[in-house]
């Protein structure tokens, strides 16, 4: 089973700032599999990206994926109130079962 | 819009059993695949099990296999997961999530449920 680990866990900024996370996976990811999801307190995941650099329908361009192999990253180029949430990033390449990693909060500064 | 709406969830003794619901509508159901995934309080998310459109393909987490049971009813627009012999760490939300495609494969979730809680206690 892939064990992801995210980076940092907690990510302190202002609004306006660049937010960079990172997932790293134990083995490599076959075919660039990894989503990022984010979750606000109370809500259901929303599905940012897909294949590793995809943004899914509706997702800001603010929102971009990047990375291969073991190390993936996500950047929120200029965060918004809105974007004050936790980030999950999930492998889909040897599944299932797929996993998940344990998240990254991005809280206010 | 696409909606899932899952019902089925309460308190429940272990070793017990429940039956968790997820009614769809907005979309094709038989023209995707379908998961469960559950989150316990406080933590992260974990994938308990996904069916494909015709229920050909099936699969479960470790932790889960062999005590829960995953179905779809593609007349009703409707998801099943049966969970028997239930264990306090089974204790979570299980929100109902929709595949991107008919396979079980590529397995990620473009729609979610609000969830539906189970509580496993004594």
């Known amino acids: 089973e892939i064990v992801l680990t995210q980076s940092p866990g907690t990510l302190s900024l202002s609004p306006g700032e660049r937010a960079t996370l990172s997932c790293r996976a134990s083995?490599?990811?076959?075919?660039?599999?990894l989503a990022w999801y984010q979750q606000k307190p109370g809500q259901a995941p929303r599905l940012l990206i897909y294949?590793?650099?995809s943004r899914a329908t509706g997702i800001p361009d603010r929102f971009s994926g990047s990375g291969s192999g073991t190390d993936f990253t996500l950047t929120i180029s200029r965060l918004e109130p809105e974007d004050f949430a936790v980030y999950y990033c999930?492998?889909?390449?040897?599944?299932?079962?797929?996993?998940f990693g344990p998240g990254t909060k991005v809280d206010i500064k | 819009e696409v909606q899932l709406v899952e019902s089925g969830g309460g308190l429940v003794q272990p070793g017990r059993s429940l039956r968790l619901s997820c009614a769809a509508s907005?979309?094709?159901?038989?023209?995707?695949?379908m998961h469960w995934v559950r989150q316990a309080p406080g933590k992260g998310l974990e994938w308990v099990s996904g069916?494909?459109?015709?229920?050909?393909?099936?699969g479960y987490a470790d932790s889960v296999k062999g005590r829960f049971t995953i179905s779809r009813d593609n007349a009703k627009n409707s998801l099943y997961l049966q969970m028997n012999s239930l264990r306090a760490e089974d204790t979570a939300l299980y929100y109902c999530?929709?595949?991107?495609?008919?396979?079980?494969?590529?397995?990620?979730?473009?729609?979610w449920g609000q969830g539906t809680l189970v509580t496993v206690s004594s």
């Open positions: 083995q490599s990811v076959s075919s660039s599999y």
């Open positions: 294949g590793a650099s």
């Open positions: 999530a929709k595949g991107v495609r008919e396979l079980l494969r590529p397995p990620f979730f473009d729609y």
């Open positions: 999930q492998q889909y390449g040897s599944s299932p079962p797929v996993t």
């Open positions: 907005g979309f094709t159901f038989d023209d995707y695949a």
């Open positions: 069916i494909s459109w015709n229920s050909g393909s099936i």
